[in-house]
T-cell receptor, first 110, second 112 residues
Framework: KQEVTQIPAALSVPEGENLVLNCSFTDSAIYNLQWFRQDPGKGLTSLLL?????REQTSGRLNASLDKSSGRSTLYIAASQPGDSATYLCAVKAGTALIFGKGTTLSVSS | DTGVSQDPRHKITKRGQNVTFRCDPI?????LYWYRQTLGQGPEFLTY????????KSRLLSDRFSAERPKGSFSTLEIQRTEQGDSAMYLCASSITGAEAFFGQGTRLTVV
């Protein structure tokens, strides 16, 4: 059974710091991996999608990597801003649906 | 078309009542998913449609839950005889086969 783990559960950083969020999954047989952002009480906003054949994807200050063989993905956020404060969710697609981790709650202080 | 739309955004209901939620996916997306999210957890899969066909249902989807997607457009999720344990955020997502999934803003259900 596929399981997704995100570490740390919570992270507080000062504005301007570069940071890395971690995601691990137990079964390397995945189609793709997607990172999402969720603000309190809101839905999910897609940040990056990495297909199983890809190693990384970049969008603005965000860079996501995928190492299927080791079952790991990282989300790198450069020059963090208070507006980046949110919960970041990692999800893998191994069958029909996405399987999510519990998320990392990020707080960026000004 | 600006994205996945869900209605209502919030619903408070008494235990034992029936509730129905609506999801309007991105228009060209053939796949539609329903997920449920409780506090501090990631979303959990409930059910999936490809066009109008409901192809998969999670064991989380008890007999009190039913979903439809008539004509492969919008979808509805109905919960009959609601229980306090049904209180959660219900999320709808849509995608094109093999591509990125886009989520709506969710419907927050509170059963009192």
């Amino acid at each position: 059974k596929q399981e997704v783990t995100q570490i740390p559960a919570a992270l507080s950083v000062p504005e301007g710091e570069n940071l890395v969020l971690n995601c691990s999954f137990t079964d390397s047989a995945i189609y793709n991996l997607q990172w999402f952002r969720q603000d309190p009480g809101k839905g999910l906003t897609s940040l990056l999608l990495i297909q199983s054949s890809q190693r990384e994807q970049t969008s603005g200050r965000l860079n996501a990597s995928l190492d299927k063989s080791s079952g790991r993905s990282t989300l790198y956020i450069a020059a963090s801003q208070p507006g980046d404060s949110a919960t970041y969710l990692c999800a893998v697609k191994a069958g029909t649906a996405l399987i999510f981790g519990k998320g990392t709650t990020l707080s960026v202080s000004s | 078309d600006t994205g996945v739309s869900q209605d209502p955004r919030h619903k408070i209901t008494k235990r034992g009542q029936n509730v129905t939620f609506r999801c309007d996916p991105i228009s060209e997306h053939n796949r539609l998913y329903w997920y449920r999210q409780t506090l501090g957890q990631g979303p959990e899969f409930l059910t999936y449609f490809q066009n109008e066909a409901q192809l998969e249902k999670s064991r989380l989807l008890s007999d009190r839950f039913s979903a439809e997607r008539p004509k492969g457009s919008f979808s509805t999720l109905e919960i009959q005889r609601t229980e306090q344990g049904d209180s959660a955020m219900y999320l709808c997502a849509s995608s094109i086969t093999g591509a990125e999934a886009f989520f709506g803003q969710g419907t927050r259900l509170t059963v009192v």
